[in-house]
Structures are given as structure tokens and as C-alpha cells.
């Protein structure tokens, strides 16, 4: 008796279990169709909010996301736009393998992808979206056009960036210089400096000398004009005393003479 009881639980369990999946599955497609009249009237804020209404029933919606992302795309909502792309295209070997139908709206996400990537000047990004869906969808010739104007777009690019650097560098050689020369302009004038600190200190100590020269120069005077002084005193007195002697001698000649008269 048990035993059929638990059978039966089990299989009432299984019919809520189907009731409630075909329910969300019933409001899922719902919100997708509700979106989607909105998103046809171009009423892309409208439509947002009805396809997030059915991710949320069901988070791994494939086209509730994939609507989603378009809605975003419209209202110029770019980098959310992209996470809802990024979703569709991270369950790509999936969607394929259950449909291979599925080949063109993964083009179409990866066109998108595409888009937004030339809209934010990313055009290396944009490129390999555009490759992308070219694989999926190779008879895409607005695809194809992008992929040209990407890659053009993405040359240019690159060819600024490295003029860019170029004129970096030579505007890093040029301030290297300069920097060179201005060290070079501050040694001179520190050495300039050195120089004329030197020479005021010359001119400071030749003041402080000449002064110096100058007394021992009088000292030296005054010592030989008082030399000269004595000298010519003592050469007065010499003649002086040579005259007495001469005058002595004179007077003694006159005596003798008188005496022999």
C-alpha cells in the first residue's frame, strides 16, 4: 500500500512540475510577443522592459536575450547591449547544435557586435566580430562591407598611433636635450659663479695686502731716509772734525814758523 503511494506522489509531483514549466514557458512567449509589438513601434524603452520580463521566467531565454540586446542597440544603450550579445554568443556550439538554423541570428549578434565595436573606435574588435559572422553568414554583403571599412578604419588607426610615438619620441629626444643643455647652461654659470666668487676674493685679500705693502713700504722709507739722515750727519760730522784737524795743523805750521824767525 505504500509503495503505491509514493508512486503516486511522485507522479503528481511530475504533472505540477509540466504545469508549471509549460506556464512559464506560456508567460515567457508572452513578454517576447509583447516586446516585440513594442520594439515593431519603435517603442524600444517598452519593448526593454517586456524582454526582461521574460528573462526573468526564464534567465537562458535565447530570444528573450537576443531581443533584449537589440532593444539596448536601438536606444544607443551600447556596452549593455554587448553583455546581452556576449550571452547569445557564449551559447553559440549550443544554439547550433540544437538548430542550425540558428547560424543566422548568431550572424546577425556578431554584426551587431561588430557595430558597437566601430561606434567606440575599438575597430580590432570590430574586425573579428564582423570575420565572425561572416563564417556564419557568408553571403552578408553589408557584413562584408563593414568588415572592409573596419579594417581600413583599423589601419589608419594604427598608422596614427605609431606617428603618435614617433613624434613622442622626438618630442622625449628634444626635452632631453634641452634638459641637457640647461644642466649644461647651470654648470657654466655655477663655474661662472665659482670664478667671480674667486676673483672677489682675490680682490678682497689684494685690499686687505696693499694696505699691509703700503706701511711696510713707508716703514721701509722712513728707516732709509732716517739712514740717510744718520749718514749724512755723521759724514757732516767726518768734515767737520777733518776741517778742526786741518785748522789745528795750520796753526801749529804758524807757530813753528814764528819760532824760527
Given at each position: 500500500?505504500m509503495?503505491?503511494?509514493?508512486?503516486?506522489?511522485?507522479?503528481?509531483?511530475?504533472?505540477?512540475?509540466?504545469?508549471?514549466?509549460?506556464?512559464?514557458?506560456?508567460?515567457?512567449r508572452?513578454?517576447?510577443?509583447?516586446?516585440?509589438?513594442?520594439y515593431?513601434?519603435?517603442?524600444?524603452?517598452?519593448?526593454?522592459?517586456?524582454?526582461?520580463k521574460?528573462?526573468?521566467?526564464?534567465?537562458?531565454?535565447?530570444?528573450?536575450?537576443?531581443?533584449?540586446?537589440?532593444?539596448?542597440?536601438?536606444?544607443?544603450?551600447?556596452?549593455?547591449?554587448?553583455?546581452?550579445?556576449?550571452?547569445?554568443?557564449?551559447?553559440?556550439?549550443?544554439?547550433?547544435?540544437?538548430?542550425?538554423?540558428?547560424?543566422?541570428?548568431?550572424?546577425?549578434?556578431?554584426?551587431?557586435?561588430?557595430?558597437?565595436?566601430?561606434k567606440?573606435?575599438?575597430?580590432?574588435?570590430?574586425?573579428?566580430?564582423?570575420?565572425?559572422?561572416?563564417?556564419?553568414?557568408?553571403?552578408?554583403?553589408?557584413t562584408?562591407?563593414?568588415?572592409?571599412?573596419?579594417?581600413?578604419?583599423?589601419?589608419?588607426?594604427?598608422?596614427?598611433?605609431?606617428?603618435?610615438?614617433?613624434?613622442n619620441?622626438?618630442?622625449?629626444?628634444?626635452?632631453?636635450?634641452?634638459?641637457?643643455?640647461?644642466?649644461?647652461?647651470?654648470?657654466?654659470?655655477k663655474?661662472?659663479e665659482?670664478?667671480?666668487?674667486?676673483?672677489?676674493?682675490?680682490?678682497?685679500?689684494n685690499?686687505?695686502?696693499?694696505?699691509?705693502?703700503?706701511?711696510?713700504?713707508?716703514?721701509?722709507m722712513?728707516?732709509?731716509?732716517?739712514?740717510?739722515?744718520?749718514?749724512?750727519?755723521?759724514?757732516?760730522?767726518?768734515?767737520?772734525?777733518?776741517?778742526?784737524k786741518?785748522?789745528?795743523?795750520?796753526?801749529?805750521?804758524?807757530?813753528?814758523?814764528?819760532?824760527?824767525?
Open positions: 500500500m509503495k503505491v503511494k509514493r508512486k503516486i506522489s511522485v507522479v503528481l509531483a511530475a504533472v505540477f512540475l509540466c504545469a508549471g514549466s509549460v506556464a512559464a514557458q506560456k508567460a515567457e508572452k513578454n517576447v510577443r509583447n516586446g516585440n509589438k513594442e515593431k513601434k519603435d517603442n524600444y524603452t517598452e519593448a526593454e522592459i517586456a524582454y526582461r521574460s528573462i526573468e521566467v526564464n534567465p537562458r531565454s535565447v530570444e528573450g536575450i537576443y531581443n533584449l540586446g537589440n532593444a539596448l542597440y536601438r536606444q544607443e544603450k551600447y556596452p549593455e547591449a554587448a553583455e546581452q550579445y556576449q550571452l547569445i554568443a557564449g551559447q553559440g556550439e549550443r544554439l547550433m547544435h540544437e538548430d542550425p538554423a540558428n547560424a543566422t541570428r548568431l550572424a546577425q549578434v556578431f554584426h551587431n557586435m561588430g557595430n558597437i565595436g566601430m567606440s573606435q575599438e575597430y580590432q574588435k570590430s574586425v573579428e566580430a564582423y570575420k565572425q559572422s561572416l563564417r556564419l553568414n557568408p553571403v552578408d554583403e553589408e562584408r562591407y563593414n568588415l572592409a571599412l573596419a579594417q581600413k578604419l583599423l589601419q589608419d588607426q594604427q598608422q596614427q598611433e605609431q606617428e603618435n610615438q614617433d613624434q619620441k622626438d618630442q622625449d629626444k628634444e626635452q632631453e636635450q634641452e634638459q641637457q643643455q640647461d644642466q649644461n647652461q647651470d654648470q657654466q654659470n663655474e661662472q665659482q670664478d667671480k666668487e674667486q676673483e672677489q676674493n682675490q680682490e678682497q685679500q685690499e686687505q695686502q696693499q694696505p699691509q705693502e703700503e706701511q711696510q713700504q713707508q716703514e721701509q722712513s728707516r732709509d731716509n732716517a739712514q740717510q739722515m744718520l749718514d749724512a750727519f755723521l759724514q757732516d760730522e767726518k768734515d767737520t772734525q777733518e776741517k778742526v786741518k785748522a789745528q795743523m795750520q796753526q801749529q805750521k804758524s807757530r813753528k814758523k814764528e819760532k824760527q824767525w
